[in-house]
């Protein structure tokens, strides 16, 4: 551990230890969500005392049990957040300092947690398309039918395939308490700051539930009309019409949750939801200048084929009890569909381009990425006979995937049809020692997968290497049935001297799948067979963790110092005409994250302050050796941020201020591009929301000061690309009117 790292811990764990001194009879828990039988959410406010359960754990031991970073963002937290931002992707960025900035796009490219790519869940659900990964897995839901927001931080397997940076796990409305009607309608509406018409932007929600003895159903519908972004001077923001936009897009969302109570502990649910975001197709893209510093923009026009985008539908059905045979038992089978259309283009330099079809510079194309997932999860926790303090966990998980990616406009595979399959036993044990003092954690994932790909021909493609061009044709590919699998273990050890006092250090290890398809459709030397073919080999990423976290009276404060590895990593690496490749090297992280937050002396106030520091080097030899060299860019790691925030809650009145700072980087190493070096900006929210007795009135407003900045992920990529240098959005002003009965 660098010196730097060790002065930051002292210090912080001095601070700690001193205001942890103080006892207090108030709740521990900042933020408490319910939880009923089946472990989801209700939608309403939580009731005091209740523990949290945090689903995508696997357990029902508190997360205070568990040797893991455990956030959760409950439902007032969530609402005020995505009021602000629009999107739950937005919310979770914001209050989380290791996240990345998001790109404020549809595509989430880049996002990361950790420096590694989380896991997008509803309800356990992933929403990843690991063979060819489209990166809209942030969006498919509306927020408004999301109960909380739980995060589990770093690399892990608790979840199955993914998460090597952490999960995201979206927890939709849950089952209404009271018998009878109940439900919820929003409507807000915004606008930039100069207001101008394009920038316009409505939302429309319902949410009606019922609840008659022992069946209940919940059934919803959103629509979201987002004009066009403008920054902090005034002028729109540019469009990313290849790889999808969140502005000048409507999007609907349909949800439903049908549940019976078999018993006093048993549980039934179906939940169903679908989720389309359409680009309106109103602008084009207008290229801005990097050299100068002047942004991509847009203006009216039409752009050439389909607008980008995106498809969800997802069906689930829960059988849950907390009482069979002394334990609760948790299954679950589900459904998933996606359906991704990217946007086209005519280039000169693309792997669009093939002259057996039209000249180079003429060809349009556009593709669409499919994807068709369907599994279950079983799960069964109870306590040990005969050994007090024990707590097992047994469980399986089976997921099936097919993927294939094909260029609609001239109807050819670009991603040959791929199908996966996944099954994963596990087991874990938790035993408490010395009254709940030491806790003793740990369980093993058997990972099996066997992949299924078809012979193919990759597609002819046209780059160019100064001075020349060149062509390259495609090339036949054995496809085959690699298998894969690998036991991750993971164990940690907790020590609880006081209640709301714990300190823990953690060993994990995460699986996945590299991006498969950026791989297979990349291949360009003859006669390769996928049987034997090691850059399609599982990422296994290991992270160790020591933390400590005081909750206790008016302080709820954490410190964590994790550092991570894998010997494949995947690294999205810019090839010629903005395609980005993936390239299997040995990545090493580390990072150290503090969280302190005060209830002040004045009632309802409180202030908080968030700071992540992240590090990451990567092998970039020719010939890898096995040791980093060089940092990991802005498309593979987020910045150093502090978030500083005060918020006020009483009575009918509540209202918060939040500033997230993203510091400065210079990146170093072996293969640099100083082009590529951070300025560091900052941005600051405020919302107020008043009860009004039929209903409440929220504004809300993101980036008040308008600044103007470069988005971090344009600012640190592609430096000769000006069609992907984009200002981030301008002041926002956000009116709401939220009505529950």
């Not at 994932?445 to 780059?463: C, G, K, P, Q």
Request: glycine fraction near 12%.
């Amino acid at each position: 551990m660098c010196s730097s790292y060790r002065r930051h811990l002292l210090a912080a764990a001095a601070l700690l230890a001193l205001a942890a001194q103080p006892a207090y009879a108030e709740d521990a828990a900042a933020s408490v969500a319910n939880v009923d039988e089946d472990g989801e959410g209700y939608d309403g406010s939580p009731a005091a005392g209740e523990e949290i359960v945090v689903t995508a754990a696997r357990s029902i031991l508190p997360p205070s049990a568990l040797p893991l970073t455990v956030d959760v963002i409950d439902k007032a937290a969530l609402d005020q957040q995505i009021a602000i931002s629009g999107s739950v992707t937005d919310a979770v960025s914001a209050l989380t300092p290791s996240f990345s900035p998001t790109r404020q796009k549809l595509s989430g490219a880049g996002e990361t947690l950790r420096g590694r790519s989380p896991l997008y869940a509803i309800n356990g659900i992933p929403q990843s398309t690991p063979l060819r990964d489209g990166s809209r897995d942030g969006f498919t839901i509306d927020g408004f039918f999301v109960d909380r927001v739980e995060l589990i931080y770093g690399s892990n397997a608790l979840q199955g395939i993914g998460g090597t940076g952490g999960v995201v796990n979206q927890v939709t409305v849950g089952a209404p308490r009271t018998e009878g009607f109940s439900g919820r309608v929003l409507v807000q509406g915004s606008a930039d700051a100069d207001v101008h018409e394009d920038g316009l932007g409505g939302k429309m929600a319902g949410l009606v539930q019922y609840k008659t003895g022992p069946f209940d159903a919940s059934v919803g519908g959103a629509y979201d009309k987002r004009g066009v972004f403008y920054d902090g001077r005034g002028n729109p923001v540019g469009l990313n019409l290849t790889q999808g936009e969140t502005q000048d897009s409507r999007s609907w969302s349909l949800f439903g949750r049908f549940g019976y109570a078999l018993s006093d502990t048993a549980r039934i649910d179906l939940i169903a939801s679908r989720f389309q975001l359409d680009g309106d197709g109103d602008f084009i893209a207008i290229p801005g200048n990097r050299a100068t510093g002047l942004p991509t923009s847009a203006v009216r026009g039409t752009p050439p084929g389909e607008p980008a985008a995106s498809r969800t539908e997802s069906v689930a059905l829960s059988l849950t009890d907390t009482e069979v045979w002394g334990g609760n038992l948790v299954t679950q089978i589900f459904w998933n569909r996606t359906h991704d259309i990217f946007g086209g283009e005519i280039a000169p330099i693309s792997t669009f381009q093939d002259p057996a079809i039209a000249p180079v510079g003429t060809l349009f194309d556009q593709s669409e990425n499919r994807s068709r997932k369907y599994g279950g999860k079983f799960s069964y926790e109870r306590a040990i006979p005969g050994f007090q303090g024990l707590t097992a966990i047994l469980g399986f998980d089976a997921l099936w995937d097919s993927t294939e990616q094909r260029l609609i406009a001239t109807d050819r595979t670009w991603v040959p049809p791929t199908d996966f399959r996944s099954l994963a036993p596990f087991g874990q044990l938790n035993l408490a020692l010395f009254g709940d003092t030491v806790r003793l954690a740990g369980g093993v994932r058997w990972e099996n997968v066997e992949m299924r790909i078809d012979d193919y021909r990759t597609l002819a493609s046209t780059t160019f290497v100064a001075p020349r061009q060149s062509t390259f044709g495609g090339v036949d590919v054995s496809g085959g049935s690699p298998k894969f699998d690998d036991l991750l273990v993971n164990g940690g050890v907790i020590f609880e001297p006081l209640e709301g006092i714990r300190a823990y250090a953690s060993y994990a290890e995460g699986f996945t799948v590299p991006d498969i398809g950026r791989i297979t459709r990349a291949i360009r030397t003859p006669g390769v067979d996928l049987d034997n073919y090691l850059d399609i080999s599982p990422i296994v990423s290991n992270n160790r963790e020591i933390g400590l976290e005081v909750k206790r009276g008016p302080l709820d404060a954490s410190l964590a110092y994790f550092w991570s590895s894998s010997d494949k990593g995947q690294l999205l690496i810019a090839a010629p005409g903005g395609i980005f490749d993936v390239q299997r090297l040995r990545t090493e992280i580390k990072g150290l994250e503090i969280n302190l937050g005060v209830a002040l002396p004045i009632p309802g106030a409180r202030v908080s302050v968030g700071y992540a520091h992240l590090d990451g080097r990567y092998d970039s030899d020719l010939v890898p050796d096995g040791l980093v060299d060089t940092d990991l860019d802005g498309t593979n790691i987020s910045p150093d941020r502090l978030n500083l925030a005060g918020s006020y809650e009483r009575g009918p009145l509540s209202l918060r201020v939040q500033t997230q700072f993203f510091l400065s980087r210079t990146f170093t190493g072996r293969i640099r591009d100083p082009r590529n070096d951070f300025g560091g900006y900052n941005v600051t929210d405020a919302a107020i929301r008043y009860e009004i007795g039929f209903g409440a009135l929220s504004l809300s407003a993101q980036n008040v000061f308008d600044a103007f900045y470069i988005d971090y992920s344009s600012d640190t990529r592609l430096p000769t690309d000006n069609l992907s240098f984009f200002a981030g959005r301008g002041r926002t002003i956000t009116l709401g009117w939220d009505y529950r009965f």
